[in-house]
Structure formats: structure tokens, C-alpha cells
């Protein structure tokens, strides 16, 4: 019998909880703000592999899991983890980030937060922050504290709820035969891959927006020259 568990290893936690594991793990990890750590997105993509006929081969006989079950239980653990998320910071949320001496709920992360979601959107914010780990996890009581209204907040977290957790179960479900052989080693990179994928838009807008801001200074010293020799000459 195992007695210990590595909660960071994607395919140990599947192999040691199931399918009703699987998507206790996935509310956890959105909704209670310590399941920060568990790795969401490999163990979604895992699952689907599992679900699928390679299950054997990376689980063992008999490890085969429900895939019609995860299609329907991941994400409605991921969109009801979220919005206990969101309603933790629209009660207690100004009192958690407010403590200077906080390791974990910092005050910069409201700040931040307050900016992705002034320039991207509540919408957009919401589901790209599906894909980003760690992330996905601190959002949903960030924009319970900003107060950002419980409807949109709901409507736009079972947007990003449903594309995130299925997109990763039928990435493993359909390619699990050719990820089997390979899912130890090249699992990591393909989720980081998926990430950075996910977050280009963002990743985009920043360096537009550090272009716009270098322009704007040099605009800015080039006024300050011209306006020096105009000054020196008179």
C-alpha cells in the first residue's frame, strides 16, 4: 500500500485518487487558496490519458478512468471552486490583502490585478487567467475584493471554466496514444508550451505597451533638446 503521495506529481495523484480525486484536486486548486500548488493543467491532460485506451500503459491495468465523468465533474469543480473563490474576497478580501507582514495574500497582488482587469477586460482577464497557474488561483478572490459584480464574474468564469479543463482532458483523451510513451518527459514542456500559448495576448500587450511608453519618452527628450536650443539661441 502507498502511504505517501506526491502532491506535484500529476500522474502519482491520478494514480492514487481517481477520477473523483481528480476533481476534488481541480476545486481545490480554484477554489481554496492553499490548493495554489497543485498542477492543475498536467493533471487534467493526465487524466484525459488516462480516460483514453493508452490508460494502461501509463497507469497500469485497471486504471482507467471515466471520461464522461471528468468532461462534466472538472468543470463544474473549476466554475464552483471559482466562485467560492470570488465570494471569499467579496467578504473578507479587503482584511486578507491588507496584511503587510502576509507571505501569501499581498497587497501588490489586488494592485495588479486592479491593472490586468482595467486593460484587458473582466472577460478576457478572467478566462486567460484559467491557463496560468497560480494565477488562476488568486484572481477569483482579487476580483471578489475589487468587487467585480457576481454575474459577470460568473458568466465569463464558466467561459474560462469549460474551455480550460475540457481543452486539456481532450488534448490527453485524443492523443493519449501518442503522449503515453512520452508523457514523463516532454509532459512539463508541452503544459508550459499550452501556458505561454494562453498568455500571448498578454505577453503581446506588454510589449506594445513598454514600445508605446520607450516612444513616448523619446518623443519627450527629443522635446526637451529642441526645447534647450531654442532657449540657448534666444
Given amino acids: ?11 502519482q495523484l491520478i494514480s492514487s485518487v481517481g477520477a473523483i480525486g481528480l476533481i476534488a484536486i481541480i476545486f481545490a486548486e480554484t477554489g481554496l487558496l492553499v490548493g495554489f500548488f497543485f498542477p492543475g493543467d498536467s493533471l487534467l491532460i493526465i487524466g484525459g490519458v488516462a480516460a483514453s485506451d493508452a ?14 465523468a471528468l468532461l462534466v465533474g472538472a468543470p463544474l469543480a473549476a466554475i464552483a471552486g471559482a466562485q467560492l473563490g470570488h465570494l471569499i474576497g467579496a467578504k473578507i ?7 503587510p507582514d502576509s507571505k501569501i495574500f499581498r497587497r501588490e497582488y489586488v494592485v495588479k490585478a486592479e491593472e490586468y482587469f482595467a486593460k484587458f477586460g473582466p472577460g478576457k482577464a478572467v478566462v486567460l487567467a484559467r491557463f496560468m497557474p497560480i494565477i488562476r488561483t488568486f484572481l477569483n478572490p482579487v476580483a471578489g475584493t475589487l468587487e467585480m459584480p457576481a454575474r459577470t464574474f460568473f458568466l ?5 471554466g469549460v474551455l480550460w479543463t475540457e481543452s486539456m482532458l481532450l488534448i490527453g483523451y485524443f492523443f493519449g496514444d501518442a503522449l503515453a510513451p512520452v508523457i514523463d518527459k516532454y509532459l512539463i514542456p508541452a503544459v508550459l508550451l499550452i501556458v505561454l500559448l494562453s498568455i500571448s495576448p498578454i505577453l503581446i500587450e506588454v510589449v506594445r505597451e513598454r514600445k508605446k511608453k520607450a516612444g513616448g519618452d523619446e518623443a519627450m527628450g527629443d522635446a526637451v533638446q529642441t526645447g534647450g536650443g531654442r532657449h540657448r539661441r534666444s
Fill in 1 to 11: 500500500m502507498q502511504l505517501a503521495v506526491n502532491l506535484l506529481d500529476a500522474k
Fill in 55 to 68: 490508460a494502461s500503459s501509463v497507469l497500469g491495468d485497471g486504471a482507467k478512468l471515466p471520461i464522461a
Fill in 93 to 99: 478580501g479587503p482584511r486578507m490583502f491588507d496584511k
Fill in 156 to 160: 465569463w468564469n464558466v467561459v474560462g
